[in-house]
């Protein structure tokens, strides 16, 4: 399963961009889609999570700031990143989260896309 993340840039302090993250259509089962970032010589961390549900989870600072929602696919997520700061500069990945045979869960991630805000 191919995810296709876009919507990364170059903005200021403050300013907002918003990420979209593609899952294929014609696939089911999805039971999560969530983003995370990731800076040089750091792990990968996730920052926002939309489940199947409805219910979205953010994590670490960007609580009040970043707002994950559905598109009108639902294997499409947005990602409102808003009154960025400069800590927020990494590259941010999609990720999917896809129940499978036997309720095995498959996980998958995009291509990264680059965020870098100046102060």
């Known amino acids: 399963v191919q995810l296709q993340a876009s919507g990364g840039g170059l903005v200021q302090a403050g300013e907002s961009l918003r990420l979209s993250c593609a899952a294929p259509?014609?696939?089911?089962?999805?039971?999560?889609m969530s983003w995370a970032r990731q800076t040089p010589g750091k792990g990968r961390a996730l920052v926002a999570t939309?489940?199947?549900?409805?219910?979205?989870i953010y994590y670490d600072s960007v609580k009040g700031r970043f707002a994950i929602a559905r598109g009108e696919d639902r294997n499409t997520v947005y990602l409102q990143m808003t009154r960025l700061k400069p800590e927020d500069t990494a590259v941010y990945f999609c990720?999917?989260?896809?129940?499978?045979?036997?309720?095995?869960?498959?996980?998958?991630w995009g291509q990264g896309t680059q965020v870098t805000v100046s102060s």
């Open positions: 990720n999917a989260v896809r129940e499978v045979e036997d309720s095995a869960l498959e996980e998958y």
């Open positions: 939309l489940e199947r549900q409805g219910e979205s």
């Open positions: 259509k014609n696939i089911g089962g999805i039971v999560s």
